[in-house]
């Protein structure tokens, strides 16, 4: 007999009103669904490489019609700017206001949930007053922009890298794999710097890499990477990044490096059989793409 599921009935994260919730991904499902098929074999968790994962972080969040303001959306994106990239196909991309506003709902999706964790364990991140009220206060004017009340959200940008093949190797340590990190996984965390006062939330989906700043530091440049709230185009081109967020892109790629040092012997064992018995869909794969680019740098 299969399992029953019961949706909670609480307050919608978006609209406020008290209805059953769905199971709401942070990062678009289509993220996922596009990394295990492209995978040779089982996706691991960043957290705990030693645990197979089979869907990636969600929450009972949202209502069925929040919900569908974002859906529509993610197809779009799926269909004209994800799947195009993946494929190698397409490096410039027009746009309009819809992908500035799928960007913000992605990002208030991680702000949302870690506002929670910021004002639970508030000694636990370092995180002071000014800053968390910061967040709130963005928080609540995104809210206001995804439900249709502005048409804008004051104060914050949106900016889109593309963490395309490495050539140079140079200011990153030599244990990382970046294609590997990047290429191959996905992961969204808002974070603060008290130094620059820079706060943002980051986003990695298998290599476009979202940030949206909600202060910025004075220092900071960004070149070809903002998504404006109109239409556009972007390129995966002579991309500029001078931020502290820069950093979080070498912090994930250690953290990731950290966390798989910890694969146990039974697990290495069981991936060595896996690629053993398919041998040829293993060099086939992006997964091993990835690992060839990782080596080669490594060679330079």
């Not at 494929?87 to 991680?110: A, G, M, Q």
């Amino acid at each position: 007999m299969g399992k029953s599921s019961v949706r909670p009935v609480r307050a919608c994260a978006l609209c406020g009103n008290f209805r059953e919730l769905e199971e709401s991904h942070i990062i678009p499902k289509f993220v996922m669904r596009h990394l295990k098929k492209t995978a040779h074999g089982e996706i691991r968790s960043i957290e705990n490489p030693n645990a197979v994962i089979q869907d990636s972080e969600k929450h009972y969040m949202l209502c069925g019609e929040c919900e569908d303001l974002f859906s529509k959306k993610e197809t779009k994106f799926a269909n004209h700017f994800f799947y195009p990239y993946q494929k190698n196909s397409v490096k410039e991309f027009d746009y309009d206001e819809d992908l500035y506003y799928l960007l913000t709902s992605i990002s208030w999706r991680s702000l949302y949930q870690d506002i929670l964790d910021f004002v639970q364990n508030p000694e636990q991140v370092g995180i002071d007053l000014d800053t968390l009220n910061c967040f709130i206060e963005k928080e609540s004017e995104i809210k206001k922009y995804l439900l249709g009340k502005t048409n804008n959200v004051e104060g914050i940008e949106n900016h889109i890298f593309f963490f395309d093949d490495i050539k140079e190797f140079s200011n990153m340590p030599k244990e990382v794999k970046p294609h590997s990190t990047f290429h191959r996984g996905e992961t969204s965390y808002t974070f603060f710097n008290k130094t620059e006062g820079t706060l943002a939330t980051i986003t990695n989906m298998m290599g476009i890499v979202l940030f949206t700043l909600y202060k910025k530091g004075k220092l900071e440049v960004w070149e070809n990477t903002q998504i404006i709230n109109g239409i556009g185009r972007i390129e995966a081109l002579n991309q500029i990044i001078q931020s502290v967020c820069g950093n979080e892109l070498i912090d994930i790629m250690n953290r990731v490096k950290g966390k798989s040092d910890n694969l146990s012997e039974k697990q290495k064992e069981k991936i060595i059989k896996r690629i053993d018995d398919d041998l040829e869909g293993f060099i086939k794969s992006e997964s091993f793409e990835a690992i060839q680019k990782d080596a080669a740098l490594k060679k330079d």
